[in-house]
């Protein structure tokens, strides 16, 4: 339970963060967005779908019946960033930027599929 809300926790944090420190979170990434259509992009994804996916995990892990898909899930979203953010660093190998965030994703993918793994074994026994 505790690990679905913690990871929730962190992406309503990370959303939150794009939202509040644009400027900041835009001047990391070296994005510049040109259009009142890309700034809305960006909010939305890298606001909204974060803290989306944050408080659906929040929910998910307050209750019993849906935490192991919940876990599955999270598992699964995290994994794939986690994977996507490796391709990216050999693809650009000069964006050591993303290394910290590719740790942290690749900690919070294993993480999950060890609590699903945990969940599915409880549920089967």
Do not use: H, K
């Not at 996916?53 to 307050?62: E, R, S």
């Not at 050999?90 to 910290?100: D, F, N, Q, S």
């Amino acid at each position: 339970m505790y690990t679905l809300a913690v990871a929730g926790a962190l992406y309503i944090m990370s959303g939150l963060w794009c939202v509040v420190m644009q400027t900041e979170t835009l001047e990391f990434l070296g994005f510049t967005l040109q259009t009142p259509m890309a700034q809305s992009e960006y909010l939305s994804v890298y606001g909204g779908l974060q803290v989306g996916l944050g408080l659906g995990m929040i929910i998910f892990a307050g209750i019993a019946a849906y935490r192991e898909a919940g876990l599955l899930f999270a598992a699964i979203f995290s994994a794939s960033l986690f994977g996507f953010r490796l391709a990216s660093m050999i693809l650009y190998p000069e964006a050591v930027g993303v290394l910290p965030l590719t740790i942290l994703e690749g900690i919070l993918a294993i993480v999950l599929w060890v609590g699903w793994l945990r969940a599915r074994s409880q549920a089967i026994s």
